[in-house]
């Protein structure tokens, strides 16, 4: 039987309002509020959703006095919430309830693919009374909150990770790169706020979704969980798995099931003309790239130049860059309790002169232009092998060795590399300078690592160090 909850009386109850308690744990985000002494970020309506325009708290805990959902943008490598810096934006509003999500171009290659999601939960129990109301409604409507903004998302066929807090409740969401936003986020949230919706959420447990299995990549991995332990730590070890193309143990939920003959919208890494595949909005005015220059050495998102020499510090405020490569080869399974989180995030900018190292063709085959003609390429994501990195490229396991003879890629792959799919050489990507002697700038994402960003802009760690040794 479906579980009714009376919103009125939770809603009155939220509207009674209490003071603030003692912050312990800096990562904790209180349900309490006090009436007249809140401080909430800006609307989200009004910076955008790019996180690089929203407010920069010093502490997470300084959101807390915000009785209003919030979304939040911090790195995923903070292995300590002591100083963790944090983007934010208030979610709370109509603007969304109006406008129509945008129409998404159709990507090269896309075709709309049946998934297999995972639904576990642990509900609430009458020793939750009277709270697990106001936890199901609280952590409804974050939900809702969330949904709302990824289904207008500007960049829908980019990695998305975003994270909630409303009321005690947070939420992380993961979507891999491959995966269309409202398409995955239209077909995956129902689910879960329908099982909210009817069983509730146990005082200090969660929910979650997950689409990922040991022969899934991360570009094609989806995850999202709410908890009701009034902390960022469990969603956000939830969603370092996921990026890692892990799963999460559901033993320690009381139930879960699975759900099969999900239709979601993907794209290939690789098209059959050997075009990279690319989406866009075709209703919806792009957000504004542009750093928040007074904020930029201590907040989430700062951008990396990869044009020029630095002269100003831009820093992610969490961590700095880390240089050691890290292996996405598939591990042993992990869980949001023993999980380490090791993503890093920064920005940074670069512009290498002479050539880049390539690699030639080693071919049993006459090819006389190979090594001057570019090859296709892929990009490894986390959880590939030299197995799904040839059914990616749409050759051989032994062709994709003979195309890259200077790698094993049997034994060692790091998230963001490109190898060829084709004979030839790797195109040469790296950046150049602006016309006004300025350097390409990147913003950094919220799970980017150094090794990462080194290898989409065709540089090595070193380069990246180099070219922004005064930036941290």
């Known amino acids: 039987m479906r579980r009714r909850i009376d919103f009125s009386v939770v809603f009155a109850t939220w509207l009674a309002g209490l003071i603030p308690p003692t912050v312990s744990d800096p990562t904790e985000i209180h349900r309490a509020w006090s009436v007249g002494n809140q401080l909430c970020p800006e609307p989200c309506y009004t910076t955008g959703p790019n996180p690089s325009n929203w407010t920069v708290f010093a502490d997470v805990h300084l959101i807390s006095g915000c009785t209003r959902p919030v979304l939040l943008d911090f790195s995923l490598d903070a292995t300590s919430a002591e100083g963790l810096y944090v983007r934010s934006c208030d979610a709370w509003g109509e603007h969304y309830y109006f406008a129509p999500p945008p129409k998404i171009s159709a990507a090269p290659g896309e075709k709309e693919t049946n998934v297999t999601a995972q639904l576990a939960w642990s509900p609430s129990s009458d020793s939750d009374r009277p709270d697990s109301d106001r936890i199901s409604f609280s952590a409804i409507k974050l939900l809702q909150q969330v949904e709302y903004q990824l289904m207008r998302s500007p960049t829908p066929w980019e990695k998305t990770i975003v994270f909630g807090a409303f009321q005690g409740i947070t939420v992380g969401v993961y979507i891999g790169d491959n995966m269309l936003n409202p398409s995955a986020v239209g077909a995956l949230f129902e689910p879960l706020m329908e099982k909210v919706s009817e069983v509730g959420i146990g005082r200090s447990k969660s929910a979650l979704l997950q689409v990922c299995d040991e022969k899934r990549t ?8 709410v908890a009701a332990d009034g902390t960022l730590g469990g969603v956000k070890a939830a969603v370092t798995i996921w990026s890692k193309s ?21 794209k290939p890494r690789l098209s059959s003309q050997g075009v990279v595949p690319t989406g866009t909005p075709t209703s919806l005015t ?3 790239r542009e750093s928040v ?32 490569t890290q292996p996405v080869s598939k591990q042993t399974p992990v869980t949001a309790k023993n999980m380490t989180p090791t993503g890093k995030g920064n920005t940074a900018s670069a512009h290498v002169p002479g050539p880049t190292n390539q690699a030639t063709i080693k071919s049993n085959t006459d090819l006389t232009t190979a090594t001057t003609t570019e090859c296709r390429t892929v990009k490894v994501f986390a959880g590939d092998n030299c197995d799904s990195l040839a059914k990616n490229c749409h050759i051989s396991r032994d062709d994709l060795i003979m195309f890259n003879p200077g ?16 004979a030839g050489i790797l195109p040469d990507v790296r950046p150049q300078q602006n016309a006004d002697g300025s350097c390409f700038s990147y913003e950094v994402k919220v799970s980017d690592r150094c090794e990462s960003i080194a290898a989409v802009y065709g540089l090595k760690v070193a380069d990246v160090e180099r070219l922004n040794y005064d930036t941290w």
């Open 218 to 225: 991360s570009d094609q991995t989806f995850g999202v969980v």
């Open 246 to 266: 892990h799963c999460i143990s559901t033993t320690t939920f009381a139930a879960s099931t699975k759900l099969d003959n999900i239709p979601v919208r993907i």
């Open 293 to 324: 220059k007074s904020a930029a050495q201590s907040r989430p998102g700062s951008t990396i130049r990869t044009g020029a020499t630095i002269k100003n510090k831009v820093q992610r405020g969490l961590t700095t860059l880390q240089s050691q």
């Open 407 to 422: 790698v094993d890629l049997c034994k060692s792959t790091y998230e963001g590399q490109r190898v060829c799919c084709s």
């Open 286 to 288: 792009a957000a504004s």
